[in-house]
């Protein structure tokens, strides 16, 4: 008692923090809904949320004015976004050798296998994605040495095109200019995670499309993989309402409308890291989100199984 009544420097922090708990709380499934991905309450306070956004550039006061679930993040583009998306889910048929000619006598154009491929397959590629892509780069050194990454922790499909996050010798840019001045062969995508908790399956779906269309525009001649999002632990996934596996497999039921076996390919290394009840392996992760930094390496010989090569 005797050091609150001298120390009220001290009963100021602990308002403070109280204070930002509670804020942080009252947002959690909206707006700082991805900063809570691997923030455990019982072991991290939860205003660590708050501050991973406004590292982000994401103001406290930015959370009265957020689009999450009610408004339908992503949706700012009205009909274009969900017109987009219905033109890929259009062009949708399966991957296999499927060639020669259709019902009505019209040749059908040829699409292709999953094979194995050598590592110098990836000197043309580009892998997008958040925190486990940016692991991806950091610990599996056989493909950093060669392919690109725009990588970011947090990253989500609402703001992947225009975060400016990528560094080059004039300043950071977004992925969208990345992509006006750079070519890619290959395009790796690995995004969803963070969006859960944020609108629904449609409105995910909807600017998953949008996006897609942009990159084919931006990149016309580049093979895009939609790589499934990855499980969380079983534990993870019991004890967590938003980032469970259950929701994740509806997200990823949905990405696959948009493979056409030609250009653009749903391909799932949730086969290389799973348990047999379909769970992130416990042994693989150490919050039962994100990869141990040895276990990258499945992941890595997964792509290199799971690859298109066109003659």
Excluded at 45 to 71: C, E, N, Q, R, T
Excluded at 94 to 121: K, M, P
Excluded at 276 to 295: F, M, P, R, Y
Aim: hydrophobic share 40%; glycine share 8%; proline share 2%.
């Amino acid at each position: 008692m005797n050091c609150f009544k001298t120390c009220p420097l001290l009963i100021g922090v602990a308002i403070l923090s109280i204070t930002i708990s509670a804020f942080t709380f009252s947002f959690k499934d909206s707006a700082y809904a991805e900063y809570m991905v691997g923030v455990d309450p019982a072991q991290m306070p939860l205003f660590v949320a708050m501050f991973k956004g406004i590292s982000d550039g994401m103001m406290p006061w930015d959370a009265f004015s957020y689009k999450g679930s009610s408004s339908g993040q992503g949706e700012a583009t009205g009909g274009d976004a969900a017109a987009n998306g219905d033109a890929l889910k259009d062009d949708n048929t399966q991957a296999g050798n499927v060639s020669g000619n259709d019902a009505s006598g019209n040749e059908a154009e040829e699409t292709y296998e999953l094979t194995e491929v050598t590592e110098d397959y990836f000197d043309d590629a580009l892998f997008i994605g958040d925190s486990r892509t940016v692991g991806l780069s950091e610990y599996c050194e056989e493909l950093s040495a060669r392919a690109t990454f725009y990588a970011q922790v947090s990253l989500s499909i609402h703001k992947v095109l225009e975060k400016d996050f990528i560094e080059t010798d004039e300043g950071k840019i977004t992925v969208e200019q990345a992509l006006e001045d750079e070519e890619f062969a290959k395009i790796y995508i690995m995004l969803g995670l963070n969006e859960m908790g944020v609108g629904d399956v449609d409105t995910f779906i909807n600017k998953y499309g949008e996006v897609l269309a942009r990159i084919r525009e931006l990149q016309p001649n580049a093979i895009i993989y939609i790589q499934g999002i990855m499980h969380v632990s079983e534990q993870k996934s019991e004890k967590d309402k938003i980032f469970n596996n259950p929701s994740i497999n509806e997200r990823n039921e949905a990405l696959k409308q948009f493979a056409n076996g030609k250009d653009i390919f749903y391909i799932d290394m949730n086969e290389a890291i799973d348990d047999e009840n379909g769970n992130l392996i416990a042994d693989l992760t150490n919050d039962g989100v994100h990869l141990k930094a040895s276990a990258y390496q499945g992941w890595y010989e997964f792509l290199l199984h799971h690859a298109i090569v066109k003659k």
